[in-house]
């Protein structure tokens, strides 16, 4: 599957989020290494802090679903520039082994970066105490 092809799924996905306070509806569609797609959306709530976001919502899909292992997941939203992961989201992103996040607009715009790109300096299992 090409990076167009997962944006053109996150987008199919997007049309689904439920966004009625903000009316940014963003699409996520995580590509497994298995070769699944899961799909996610933001979820609003009129208690602002109780939403989620489409790229958490597609990798607890997964998850639930028994996947581990990602090879991309594609973002995209109604945005001047494209789509980039909130904090929290890139804390996930960082703590499951994926090799790209492609993040889009529906202008068609596209950049690719890497978890880590992302989030340099993350804090991950290594700081746990033993």
């Known amino acids: 599957m090409t990076d167009k092809d997962l944006v053109a799924r996150a987008a199919e996905f997007r049309a689904r989020a439920y966004a009625p306070y903000s009316g940014f509806a963003v699409g996520a569609a995580l590509l497994t290494k298995s070769g699944r797609v899961y799909g996610g959306v933001n979820v609003e709530n009129a208690s602002y802090p109780v939403g989620i976001c489409a790229e958490r919502t597609a990798i607890a ?18 945005s001047l520039e494209p789509c ?3 904090g929290m989201c890139r804390q ?8 790209r ?20 300096l993350a804090f991950g299992a290594a700081a746990l105490p033993s």
Not at 92 to 99: D, G, H, Q, S, Y
């Open 84 to 86: 980039a992961p909130c």
């Open 101 to 120: 996040v492609i993040l889009a607009n529906t202008a068609g715009d596209l950049r690719v970066l890497t978890p880590d790109e992302l989030l340099p």
């Open 61 to 78: 899909a997964a998850v639930t679903a028994g996947e581990r292992e990602f090879e991309a997941l594609a973002v995209i939203a109604d």
């Open 92 to 99: 996930v992103l960082v703590e499951f082994p994926i090799a």
